[in-house]
Every structure is written in C-alpha cells, then in structure tokens.
C-alpha cells in the first residue's frame, strides 16, 4: 500500500484542491504571459513597420546621388527621441549608406530583407541584449537604380524586463495561492467531513447493550445518509439476531436444565440408600429416557447448525408429497382416533428433495398440528402447485388462536407462545425451526398464519429440481 493511500480523506481533498488550484493559476499565468508576449510584438511590429515605411518614403524622394549623399544627415535628425530604434541602409553590394550607432543586424536578416520577407526575427548581440527586427527592399527614385535593403530593429530590453517581473510575481502569487487553497481545502474538508466523524462517534456508543441506538440520518449530507441508513438495517439485523441469540442462549440453559436436574436428582435419592433391583431398574428406564431426549436434542441442535452453515446437502430425487402424508397419517392414526381428531388430504404435487428430509419436515409439522388441535378437532393438508414454479403444502389444525405478533418468531428455536401451547410429550421446541431449516436447504420458504381458531402452517418448495 503507498503511502497516498494510507492519507485519511481530509488530506487526500486537501491535496487535490492544491493540485488543482496550482494547475489552473499556471495555465492561466501561461496563457496571459503568452498573450502580453504576442502583444508586444505586435506592438513592435508597428513600430518597426511605420518606420520602414518612412525610411521608404524617404528613399522614394531621393532623384540623384547627391540627395543621396544627403539622405544619411536627414534620417539622423528624424531618428532623435527614437530610443531603441536601429536603422541600416544597405546600397547594392554591401556597402552601408547608413547605419544607427552600435547598430548589429544579422546577415540572415539583411538575406531575407532582399527577398522580401518580412517576418520578425528575434536575436541577441554578444551583451546579452534581445532585439527584434525586419528588412525589406526599398526603391529610390535615381532612375535605374538598383533598390537598396532597408532594415529595422528595436531593443526588448524594457519588454525582457517586464516579462521576468511578471514571470516572478506569476511563481509568487501561484505558491501563495496553492497554499491558501490548501489551507482553505483543508479547512472545507475538515467540515465537509464533520458528519462523517459524528457517525463515527455514534457509532463507537453502540455497544452488545445498546444495540437499540441508531444513527441519525436526518442531519447529514444524501451522500453519507445512505451509509447511514446501511448501517441502521444492519444495526437492526445484528439487534434482531442478538436478541434471538439471547433468547435461544437462555432457552437452550432451560431445556438443558431440566432433563439434567432430573438426572442429578433421581441418581441421588437412589444413593441415598440401599434399594432393590426393580427400584435400580425403574431408576435406569427413567434416566435412559431423559437420555433419549437429550440426544435428540443435541441430533436437532447438530442439524440447525449444520443448515446455519449451509453443510446441508440434500439427496435429490423425487417425491410425491400427498404420498408422503398418507404415510405419516396411517403412523398417527393411534393417536388422533383416541382425540377424534379428523383428517383430510387434497391435491397431489411432487418435488425434487431428500426424502429423509421432507418426511421429517412434514412430520414436525403434523406432529405440531396433531399436538395443539383440540379434543374433536381437524387437522387439514392440502397440497398446491397451482403456480406452476412452486409447490405449497399447508397443514391446517384448530385450536387456540396465536397473535400476529407471535407468528414470525414461530419459527425460532425454543420460542412457545403461551402454555397452551407448551410442548406435549417429548417435544423440545425445535421441530418447526428444523421445519424452516429444511424448506431453506431446498431452496423453499416456510410460514405460519392464524384465521380465528384454525393455524395453518405452510412449506413453499421449487416445483423443479433447486439450484445446488
């Protein structure tokens, strides 16, 4: 990792509002300097022109040689007040018929000027001194005479000058400017960011006792106010979960505890004294029940923790659903003919699963009807797959009415409405939860719900073979 990318946020923004501020101000300082730099040649080239232009002027009037002679005293009383301007007349073959005082014009120059090329060209003497200059032909009004090469330059010493002290205050003003936007940057960062430090403080105040506490999403900007509502439904999903955790943690110690106070206690009175072998044999049969039972609770709790782990792997084959009940309607009949409780089947459907599983799905939730449907009670199931992508078997049973708010937690492990509803016989409050576990693993869903004194509860099961 580098070392930008261990930078906290404040210091990245901080950065980047430097960086851009810096490279803005420099294109700009650019582009002006440029600019100022194209101005003054313009305004050199004026310049430079009009004087050519008069110097032509001058050349045009001259008749004979002796004006000619002449015209060297008249340029020198019009080139007074002139500072910086060089002039050079150059008569055919080279000799100068004028020239300003420490006046240096390249030979490049003076070759364009006989061709006509009045491009500006820029170039420095032996002193360091920058000079800008054009040349041209110029024709004299001597009959027959060859035209003479007529060049002109100024000093850029005055526009040298200038452009340093610009270039200077440029640099100055862009690092003065780079740092008060980085101070700025900073500071705008540093409350920008402010709610994002208040989320982190409220979160550090939630601890496994206050899980209840939110944050507060009404105040912060919509970008962070979605992270905030992000982290409220996992803050709502992690209290959900503790709390049945807790729950379970607690019902788990109450069903432990009893089959296990029944051991301690019976084992002894029967030490307390000497006993008979029946005594010692009724003893051993009670305590290999409470055994029994807690084997089978433990197989349940192995099960469930295994399906919390997705290590459940159904065998999948197809099974008739309405076969199924009919089964475990003939391994009921004892018992409900002694409540007279009446039972019914309809439809058919068939699924792809594991057998072993869905049978004992299915028998958790008959054994469930069977247990809390009154004296003289029905008990139906019917089987639907109307929907063509899936299968609902649903078991119906009358009895007590159950609250709607106990209905999404019927499910959870250990979790009992009232005491009407204890468990009856050997149930160990895990049957629907392993219900649930199982209808997950075949890639299904199951619920409960309660209309008046009938509680219908109901598996969803893919109608196809579900996704491994």
């Not at 699963?353 to 009670?377: E, I, K």
């Not at 649903?394 to 009992?416: K, M, Q, V, W």
């Amino acid at each position: 990792m580098s070392l930008f990318e261990r930078k906290s946020i404040t210091f990245r923004l901080t950065l980047l509002f430097a960086s851009v501020s810096t490279i803005v101000l420099l294109l700009l300082g650019l582009l002006i300097a440029s600019l100022v730099a194209r101005h003054f040649e313009e305004l050199d080239m004026e310049v430079l022109g009009g004087k050519l232009e008069f110097v032509s002027y001058l050349l045009a009037r001259v008749h004979s040689d002796r004006e000619l002679a002449t015209l060297p005293r008249e340029l020198e009383d019009t080139m007074v007040g002139s500072h910086g301007l060089a002039v050079l007349i150059l008569q055919p073959g080279g000799p100068i018929l004028y020239s300003t005082e420490g006046a240096e014009f390249p030979q490049e120059l003076l070759a364009r000027g006989g061709g006509n090329d009045f491009r500006p060209m820029r170039w420095s003497t032996g002193e360091n001194h920058l000079y800008r200059g054009i040349a041209a032909e110029a024709k004299t009004g001597i009959a027959g005479a060859a035209p003479l090469v007529v060049a002109v330059s100024t000093d850029l010493a005055h526009h040298e000058h200038f452009m340093r002290s610009f270039r200077n205050t440029l640099w100055t003003a862009m690092g003065v400017a780079a740092l008060l936007t980085g101070l700025l940057g900073w500071a705008a960062a540093r409350r920008g960011l402010a709610p994002l430090r208040e989320i982190r403080r409220s979160a550090a105040g939630i601890t496994a006792n206050r899980l209840d506490q939110r944050l507060s999403a009404a105040s912060i900007p919509l970008e962070l106010a979605e992270v905030a509502e992000t982290l409220n439904e996992m803050l709502a999903r992690l209290e959900k979960s503790f709390r049945r955790l807790s729950d379970f943690s607690s019902d788990l110690a109450h069903e432990l505890r009893t089959p296990v106070t029944n051991l301690l206690t019976q084992t002894q009175v029967m030490l307390s004294k000497r006993r008979t072998l029946d005594e010692y044999q009724d003893v051993l049969a009670s305590n290999a029940e409470e055994f029994e039972r807690l084997s089978r609770m433990i197989s349940d709790m192995l099960f469930l923790a295994k399906s919390d782990n997705h290590l459940i792997v159904p065998h999948r084959e197809r099974v008739d659903l309405a076969a199924e009940v009919s089964s475990l309607f003939e391994f009921y009949d004892a018992l409900v003919d002694e409540k007279g409780i009446k039972l019914s089947c309809s439809g058919n459907a068939s699924v792809f699963g594991d057998r072993l599983m869905l049978r004992r799905a299915l028998n958790n939730l008959l054994s469930n009807a069977v247990r809390h449907t009154q004296q003289g009670g029905r008990i139906a199931v019917e089987v639907d797959d109307s929907d063509g992508t899936t299968v609902a078997l649903s078991i119906s049973n009358t009895g007590a009415p159950i609250a709607p708010e106990h209905l999404p937690r019927l499910f959870d492990r250990f979790y009992r409405v009232d005491a009407s509803r204890q468990r009856f016989g050997e149930g160990a409050g895990l049957g629907l939860a392993i219900t649930r576990s199982i209808a997950h693993a075949h890639g299904g869903e199951a619920s409960a719900r309660s209309e008046g004194d009938v509680a219908t509860f109901e598996i969803r099961l893919p109608a196809g073979p579900s996704p491994s």
